[in-house]
């Protein structure tokens, strides 16, 4: 399955909610094909976000401030989310 439109709609919806410096979204999906999880057509993607919209706060805190800014995406079309989330000024 083609994840562009996927990928575009998370990069709008990252982008609005945080405005980053750094945003990479990978699609890894190829990588699970037939996994059981992976049956359900949503994809496995990696992001990488940096924003001062997560300064002061946790690592959780900013994981689930990036599932609430992709709302019903996690729901049907992002079967597996690995995020790393930072403030500008944090080394990679």
């Not at 562009?4 to 999906?29: C, G, K, Y």
């Not at 959780?60 to 079967?79: F, N, P, T």
């Amino acid at each position: 399955m083609d994840n562009s439109e996927r990928i575009e709609r998370m990069h709008a919806l990252l982008n609005d909610a945080f405005q980053p410096s750094t945003l990479e979204i990978v699609d890894d999906s190829h990588k699970h094909a037939g996994h059981e999880g992976a049956k359900g057509g949503g994809g496995h993607f990696n992001v990488t976000i940096y924003s001062a919209a997560f300064e002061g706060k946790t690592p959780i805190q900013r994981h689930r401030m990036v599932y609430d800014a992709l709302g019903d995406m996690m729901k049907s079309d992002i079967h597996a989310l690995s995020i790393v989330a930072k403030v500008p000024e944090q080394d990679s």
